[in-house]
Nanobody, 125 residues
Framework: VQLQASGGGLVQAGGSLRLSCAASGRTFSSYAMGWFRQAPGKEREFVAAIGWSGRSTRYADSVKGRFAISRDNSKNTVYLQMNSLQPEDTAVYYC???????????????????WGQGTLVTVSS
């Protein structure tokens, strides 16, 4: 599957951005999707995930209540709405598609076999 992430940019602290990830190449609606991020000098970390049907979601504690993941299976796209952004949210954000069909979202990167190219989010203080 090919994943194309977009929507990153520069925003002031307290602002909002919505990331999009468009998928092609396999049946999008059968696979859970996730968002991860990697800040400079740090390891990649889990942000949010959504199950194949969209009924289940999970979030990292650091973004709970501020970020929301959703999917539109008719558009083969997963979204990450990010509100109340803080400088510590600055990172390259990656979307990923889970390896196995009909599973819920996972916080483990090894459960994903396809990754987008990343989109940079910069939050200024």
């Amino acid at each position: 599957v090919q994943l194309q992430a977009s929507g990153g940019g520069l925003v002031q602290a307290g602002g909002s951005l919505r990331l999009s990830c468009a998928a092609s190449g396999r049946t999008f609606s059968s696979y859970a999707m996730g968002w991860f991020r990697q800040a400079p000098g740090k390891e990649r970390e889990f942000v949010a995930a959504i199950g194949w049907s969209g009924r289940s979601t999970r979030y990292a504690d650091s973004v709970k209540g501020r970020f929301a993941i959703s999917r539109d299976n008719s558009k083969n796209t997963v979204y990450l709405q990010m509100n109340s952004l803080q400088p510590e949210d600055t990172a390259v954000y990656y979307c990923a598609s889970r390896r196995d069909a009909y599973y819920g979202g996972s916080s483990y990167p090894e459960d994903y076999d396809s990754w987008g190219q990343g989109t940079l989010v910069t939050v200024s203080s």
